[in-house]
């Protein structure tokens, strides 16, 4: 079955430092990857998807198929970054998503 | 634009009641989906509608769930004879031809 693994619910890096989110994905496939973000009291809104290979607000996330991965990355956390991060996986020929459990980041002054 | 809106924001209702959770997508998008964020957890996919197509169910956990649209407007997720475990969060999102999914503010239910 299809599973998307984000082994950490909770990130917390100061203000300045390296963040990476990690996500795993098992999938036999061609997957298409997507971040999605929550900020406190916001909807859950798409960040980056992995097709597009773009860098939005100053993530990345590159897909590795050999290791079944998608994390994200930035190499300067801001405290704006403070939010909930979900990764979904959309398998080929469906429209159907399946998100991971959710990594929260907490970014430290 | 109007977002996706979803009705009521807040549900409380007693065990063994039906609940009806209300969907009003983007103008014009076709997809329209349910998901389940139970606490602590991620979201679960419910159910998915695409167009005049016969929905994709295979999210819904039991018989006392269905859900219903109409054409590509309002959705309405029913649960009947609730459960204190149907306690969550249930989102809604719309898509248009893209991969990108608009989420509604969510609808807290709580069975006591």
């Known amino acids: 079955a299809q599973r998307v693994t984000q082994p950490e619910k909770l990130l917390s890096v100061f203000k300045g430092a390296p963040v990476e989110l990690k996500c795993n994905y098992s999938y036999s496939g061609s997957p298409e990857l997507f971040w999605y973000v929550q900020y406190s009291r916001q909807r859950l809104q798409l960040l980056l998807r992995h097709i597009s290979r773009e860098s939005i607000k100053g993530f990345t996330a590159d897909l590795n198929k050999g290791e079944t991965s998608f994390h994200l990355k930035k190499p300067f956390a801001q405290e704006e970054d403070s939010a909930m991060y979900y990764c979904?996986?959309?398998?080929?020929?469906?429209?159907?998503?399946?998100f991971g459990t959710g990594t929260r980041l907490k970014v430290l002054a | 634009g109007a977002g996706v809106s979803q009705s009521p924001s807040n549900k409380v209702t007693e065990k063994g009641k039906d609940v009806e959770l209300r969907c009003d997508p983007i103008?014009?998008?076709?997809?329209l989906y349910w998901y389940r964020q139970r606490l602590g957890q991620g979201l679960e996919f419910l159910i998915y509608?695409?167009?005049?197509?016969?929905?994709?169910k295979s999210g819904l956990p039991s018989d006392r769930f269905s859900a219903e649209r109409t054409g590509e407007s309002v959705s309405t997720l029913t649960i009947q004879r609730t459960q204190q475990e149907d306690s969550a969060v249930y989102l809604c999102?719309?898509?248009?031809?893209?991969?990108?999914?608009?989420f509604g503010p969510g609808t807290r239910l709580t069975v006591l």
């Open positions: 999102a719309s898509r248009a031809n893209t991969d990108t999914q608009y």
């Open positions: 979904a996986l959309r398998t080929s020929g469906t429209y159907k998503y399946i």
């Open positions: 509608f695409q167009g005049n197509s016969a929905p994709d």
């Open positions: 103008s014009g998008h076709t997809a």
